[in-house]
C-alpha cells in the first residue's frame, strides 16, 4: 500500500476539490491526492492531464494575517494547479468570539490547554466544506478532500468523525449530483501526518502554521508548539525560520522509527 492512500482514492476521471489552507495538513493531502491522481492516470491509458482534476480551493475567512494564504498560492502556481482564494470575511460578523480572526491575543501553549478554545471559530468546517461542495457540483466534481486531523479532536467538534461521516451523508443527498467529503487524516495525528509527507519527500518551508503572520514563525502558539513536537518526534529538524530564543523540542532516541511511514 502507497503511503500516500487517502480513503478513497479519486477516480481519474472527475475533478476532485481540496480545502488548502496552506499549513502542514492540507499540504500533504493536496500532494498525496496528486500522487494518487497521477498513479490512476498512468494505470489508464490516455488519462486526463492530472493538473485539472484536482482543485484548491483556500478561504480568506478574515485570518489575523494572509501569510499561508501566501504560501497555499505560491505551492498551487509551482505545481501548476487551479487554485481558488474565496473571501469570506463578509460573514465574520456572525462569528465572534475567535481569537484567529478578532483582536484577542493568541493564546500560547499546547493545543491540549483550555485556552485553546479561544481559536474555534464557530461552525467553520460546517461553512467551509458547504462551500467547497458547492464548488464541487459547479465544476462537475465527485469529492471534496479536507485536512482535518485526529489531534483536533478534542477542541473541535467539527473535525470529529462523527461530523465529517455525517458531512458526507447530506453531501451525497444535498444536491443532483453526489458529492463525497473525504477526510483521509480524521484518524492520524499530525505526527503521523508529518511522517507520511516526509516519506514523499515533501518540502515543508513552503508551508506556514504559525497564528501569528511575522516574518518568522513564533513557536510559542499552539499551532507552533504542535508543529515543532510533529517534527522531533519524526527525527527532523523543521526548515522554516522560528523567531530567536525559540527552544526547539528535543528529537527523542527512537523519532522516526515507529511512525506512519514505515507502515
Ligand atoms: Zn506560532
Not at 188 to 215: H, P, Q
Amino acid at each position: 500500500m502507497s503511503t500516500s492512500s487517502v480513503t478513497n482514492a479519486p477516480s481519474g476521471d472527475s475533478p476532485s476539490v481540496v480545502i488548502f489552507s496552506g499549513g502542514m495538513d492540507s499540504y500533504t493531502l493536496l500532494h498525496s491526492l496528486l500522487q494518487q491522481v497521477a498513479e490512476t492516470a498512468e494505470s489508464q491509458a490516455g488519462g486526463a492531464s492530472q493538473r485539472n482534476l484536482v482543485h484548491a480551493l483556500s478561504f480568506d475567512y478574515g485570518q489575523r494575517h494572509k501569510k499561508e494564504l501566501v504560501y497555499a498560492a505560491e505551492v498551487c502556481q509551482a505545481l501548476g494547479i487551479p487554485h481558488r482564494i474565496i473571501d469570506i470575511t463578509a460573514v465574520n460578523s456572525l462569528l465572534a468570539g475567535s481569537s484567529l480572526t478578532d483582536a484577542i491575543d493568541v493564546p500560547e501553549g499546547h493545543y491540549e490547554s483550555e485556552s485553546m478554545k479561544s481559536t474555534v471559530v464557530p461552525n467553520r468546517n460546517m461553512i467551509l466544506l458547504s462551500l467547497a461542495i458547492g464548488y464541487a457540483v459547479s465544476i462537475k466534481a465527485e469529492a471534496v478532500y479536507f485536512g482535518a486531523h485526529g489531534g483536533d479532536h478534542a477542541i473541535y467538534p467539527d473535525c470529529r468523525p462523527e461530523f465529517l461521516d455525517r458531512m458526507n451523508a447530506v453531501s451525497m443527498v444535498a444536491n443532483y449530483e453526489p458529492v463525497r467529503v473525504e477526510a483521509p487524516f480524521v484518524d492520524v495525528d499530525k505526527i503521523g501526518i508529518l511522517a507520511r509527507g516526509l516519506a514523499m519527500g515533501l518540502d515543508y518551508s513552503k508551508t506556514w502554521t504559525c497564528y501569528n503572520g511575522r516574518e518568522k514563525a513564533c513557536g510559542k502558539c499552539g499551532s507552533c508548539v504542535e508543529r515543532l513536537e510533529a517534527f522531533a518526534e519524526n527525527g527532523v529538524v523543521d526548515p522554516l525560520p522560528y523567531e530567536p530564543g525559540i527552544e526547539r523540542p528535543d528529537i527523542p532516541p527512537d523519532a522516526g522509527t515507529d511512525k506512519e511511514a514505515s507502515t
